[in-house]
């Protein structure tokens, strides 16, 4: 079967971990994959999730299989989380992980809806390829500026003004992957406002709840989509606020205009659902669930999920002061401006290639920065070898 068949490329950011893991050099940083790191470089578990982990031990009594779209308690929980209440007009299905919600929203899109699908350029580097293999067709719209390291807002709300009715939009809701770069409350509100006078419908892509500004700041533009009464998704992820990477526990929430019409969401949800993985996997969504319904262990997540978003604003903060104290030949400020763990650094792609090749320094060629890689042990040598490869 695989005599006369040339290998697939392997993918842009795990591809490169790979590259990592074998490079025998000491001194080598990875700034490319998309994992918390604490000071000492490690992806913890959080102790909330530990907690929560040892009750289900004690208390869990079967591995029977979980319902099509998983718990209900479960997508009581997902709904308080991104609405801040349950909501009568949603439905919400229990997904491995994140980008599973994407694929399973991708298949109703392509039955339900338009087959063209929208995208910002930039955009996390699996999205496109998600959705064409759903059979969409997938285009862009501007959305960051290169020159002024923000928001095309011109552009980017012109363009959506263009987009015809039934395509779907794709909108990250904080901290824009790879970007940084996030809306305001004011802009998501026009861009509800729009997508609700041309009639075409949103994926929001909720991968980063609490990594921004805070869990109830960074639903926004949930909130805005919500009160303009469109239909839309949310696809949401607890791998980063949760530290549930392997775990693979997300959910797809799907809006639609009334309850009677969320049922009628909820039983396509099922169907979709059930011809890809059946069910989904428990034990990411039953430790989930245990702590969001516990008062003292949710508090402590909370903690825990500050304590992570501090951690990469002191990063972002050190990293641009370390670059300007080597003299680098741009202004900094945009770093600490940035949401969430990613920086477009304005990194070329020769630049990253001799970080690579000469500092074992890994980062994606578009340059985007995993600024939560960053640690006190290795921020000083990358600050060298960043000003070294701009300076060049």
């Not at 479960?74 to 989380?81: A, D, I, P, T």
Request: hydrophobic fraction near 40%.
């Amino acid at each position: 079967m695989w005599k006369n068949v040339e290998s697939a490329p392997a993918d842009a950011i795990l591809g490169l971990t790979e590259a990592f893991k074998k490079d025998p050099r000491f001194a080598k940083v990875n700034l490319g994959v998309g994992v918390y790191k604490d000071e000492e470089g490690h992806t913890p578990i959080l102790a909330s999730v530990k907690a929560a982990e040892k009750r289900l031990i004690d208390e869990e009594n079967t591995k029977s299989y979980l319902p099509i779209t998983g718990n209900e308690a479960y997508g009581r929980e997902v709904q308080k989380l991104i609405f801040g209440a349950p909501c009568d007009r949603a439905v919400t299905a229990h997904t491995p992980g994140g980008t599973g919600a994407l694929r399973v929203a991708a298949e109703m899109l392509r039955t339900f809806s338009s087959k063209t699908f929208w995208v910002s350029k930039p955009t996390w580097a699996n999205h496109t390829n998600i959705f064409k293999a759903a059979g969409l067709t997938v285009k862009e719209y501007p959305y960051y500026n290169p020159a002024s390291k923000n928001l095309d807002s011109e552009g980017f709300l012109s363009a959506l003004e263009q987009i015809p009715a039934n395509d779907c939009v794709l909108l990250h809701a904080c901290c824009h992957n790879p970007s940084g770069v996030d809306l305001s409350a004011d802009q998501w509100k026009q861009v509800a406002q729009i997508a609700a006078k041309n009639g075409w419908s949103a994926l929001v892509d909720f991968a980063y709840q609490g990594f921004g500004e805070s869990l109830e700041a960074d639903r926004i533009g949930v909130e805005a989509f919500l009160e303009s009464g469109i239909d839309f998704f949310i696809a949401s992820s607890f791998s980063k606020n949760f530290g549930l990477y392997r775990e693979r526990t997300g959910a797809l929430t799907a809006v639609a205009a009334s309850p009677a019409d969320a049922e009628t969401a909820a039983s396509h949800l099922k169907a979709t659902a059930r011809v890809i993985y059946s069910n989904p996997p428990a034990h990411g969504g039953m430790i989930v669930t245990t702590v969001l319904q516990d008062s003292k262990l949710s508090s402590r997540w909370k903690n825990e999920l500050n304590g992570m978003r501090d951690r990469i604003a002191q990063a972002r903060a050190a990293l641009a002061e370390g670059l300007t104290a080597h003299g680098v030949p741009m202004d900094c400020s945009f770093i600490t401006r940035q949401k969430g763990m990613f920086s477009f650094s304005g990194l070329t792609k020769e630049q990253v290639a001799f970080l690579r090749e000469e500092k074992a320094i890994y980062i994606v060629d578009s340059g985007r920065i995993n600024v939560a890689g960053l640690t006190p042990g290795n921020l000083g040598y990358v600050c060298d070898a960043v000003a070294e490869a701009m300076n060049r």
